[in-house]
């Protein structure tokens, strides 16, 4: 069986190192000219896994967008997992989920279990009940060829009172997860299938990425207003181990399928020139 970080190498090494998300907000949709509701959600994620999944490394469907309209819109995120992976591309669910014991357990069914219908290749996860919380999802993940995400150092305002908190033992809470992913990383080769989520907008923040050895999602280029430059100072020698991640920016050239593809072939220059 292949793990996910082998996969995820050998797609990176085919398509290029680019993840795009998809994430159906009402703005997109009007600017689209889509109604806000479930044929506006369907005909926009179709859209998406057609122009972008036998051409991108990585989806990324966020979650909340379509569980805001319900069963129906789950079910929509269900055929955009589906079509996706069958078109080629690795799906990265963003779901950001973190509990403990059997709940925990419980997500890590919802989308790493092959018997479900919201398996992907790899999910979101949140450290903040302790990493080792996670421990169902990475046994599920490694059980199955999946990955998962742990959010480590985010982009959002209110991050830093937390994961630069300093820990009894002198380190950062963004540290202290950073170190444990890198440890249940160790050894795997080309990469492991456990990785980081690390915004791109956050500048030099003098954590230590070298030892992860595993993949480094970087949200927030693009309209978020993170630039590929950016990803040196915020990444430095784990360079190799970066999976830009674009969300508006490619999407907001929709709805056309061929500048859905020139937004894409565009951000993919942009950050294979910042990536060496």
Request: proline share 5%; charged share 20%.
């Amino acid at each position: 069986m292949e793990t996910f970080g082998e996969r995820l190498h050998r797609a990176v090494a085919e398509r290029g190192p680019l993840c795009v998300g998809i994430d159906p907000h009402a703005s997109l949709l009007a600017r689209w000219g889509l109604s806000d509701d479930i044929a506006g959600l369907e005909r926009f994620a179709r859209t998406v896994v057609d122009g972008l999944a036998d051409r991108v490394a990585v989806l990324k469907p966020q979650s909340a967008f379509f569980e805001r309209f319900g069963s129906r819109g789950v079910a929509v995120l269900e055929s955009t997992i589906r079509q996706s992976r069958e078109a080629g591309a690795l799906v990265l669910l963003d779901v950001k989920r973190g509990d403990i014991g059997s709940t925990m357990a419980a997500y890590a069914e919802a989308y790493l279990d092959p018997a479900s219908t919201l398996r992907s290749d790899a999910i979101t996860v949140s450290p903040y009940l302790g990493v080792g919380s996670l421990r169902p999802a990475f046994d599920l993940a490694a059980a199955h060829g999946g990955g998962v995400f742990v959010l480590a150092l985010t982009s959002n305002p209110e991050g830093p009172a937390v994961q630069h908190a300093v820990t009894a033992g002198g380190k950062t809470v963004a540290q202290s997860v950073i170190d444990e992913i890198s440890q249940l990383n160790a050894g795997a080769k080309p990469i492991g299938s456990l990785g980081l989520v690390v915004g791109a907008t956050i500048g030099e923040t003098g954590h230590d990425l070298s030892e992860v050895n595993g993949p480094l999602l970087a949200p927030g280029l693009g309209a978020q207003g993170g630039t590929p430059d950016d990803l040196r100072a915020v990444f430095g020698e784990s360079l190799h181990n970066v999976l830009p991640s674009y969300s508006r920016e490619v999407l907001a050239a929709g709805p056309k399928i061929a500048d859905l593809r020139a937004a894409t072939d565009r951000v993919l220059a942009g950050v294979r020139a910042a990536l060496g």
